[in-house]
């Protein structure tokens, strides 16, 4: 069995400040990792993926995501949010087995980015 | 690019309707899946199939079936539509588990049933 927590519902920041969303999972095996983001109007674009090799893993537009096994975490990062920013973010776990890669989505982080 | 495709960007249908969301992808990958979003619940799986006239049930089937006659394509049916299945639909696709795990998504089908 697997899951997934996003500690925060709706996350606002100043532009240029810091971005934290917080992602905590739970998996029966050693899990693939992913954090999604969602434009308005848009689906679904990957932003990185931790697969096992590296625990800090970069992904696209300067965020980063830190695996931490001792704490089940996978904290989405970026030193300075740009309005662009805006969006929803998704965590997704993975289970590093099956027959078929069966996501598990947690409920979203709203992340809102002012002047 | 990968590119999956979903026939509808919206649709308004009627209670009662059979409904056909129709998904395509071009990168012959093993897996598809139907998932709904709704706001405060994240994406719902509703089935996933892992190979042609394979399915699984997802977490929330109830109401709505599922068709894979080609390895492309993934249908997602409601027997008879009603105002409860109002919500946004996203049909992804992904190679097998772990590290090719990454699933890719169309763009959504907005359905409102009235």
């Known amino acids: 069995a697997q899951s997934v927590t996003q500690l925060d519902s709706h996350v606002s920041v100043s532009e240029g400040t810091p971005v934290l969303l917080r992602c905590n999972y739970s998996?029966?095996?050693?899990?693939?990792l992913f954090w999604y983001v969602q434009h308005p109007n848009k689906g679904l674009q990957l932003l990185l993926k931790y697969t096992s090799a590296a625990t800090l893993v970069k992904g696209i537009n300067g965020f980063e995501a830190e695996f931490k096994k001792s704490e089940t975490s996978f904290h989405l990062t970026k030193p300075s949010a740009h309005m662009s920013d805006a969006a929803e973010y998704f965590c997704?776990?993975?289970?590093?087995?099956?027959?078929?890669?069966?996501?598990?989505f947690g409920t979203g982080t709203r992340l809102q980015v002012t002047l | 690019d990968v590119k999956v495709t979903q026939s509808s960007r919206y649709l308004v249908k009627r209670t009662g309707e059979k409904v056909f969301l129709e998904c395509v992808q071009d990168?012959?990958?093993?897996?598809m899946f139907w998932y709904r979003q709704d706001p405060g619940l994240g994406l719902r799986l509703i089935y996933f199939?892992?190979?042609?006239?394979?399915?699984e049930k997802g977490d929330i089937p109830e109401g709505y079936s599922v068709s894979r006659e080609k390895k492309e394509r993934f249908s997602l049916i409601l027997e008879s539509a009603s105002t409860n299945q109002t919500s946004m639909y996203l049909c992804a696709s992904s190679l097998s588990y772990g590290l090719r795990a990454e699933a890719f998504f169309g763009q959504g089908t907005r359905l409102t049933v009235v």
């Open positions: 990168m012959d990958h093993e897996n």
């Open positions: 997704v776990v993975s289970p590093n087995t099956g027959t078929a890669s069966k996501l598990t």
């Open positions: 199939s892992y190979d042609v006239k394979m399915k």
């Open positions: 998996s029966s095996y050693s899990p693939s």
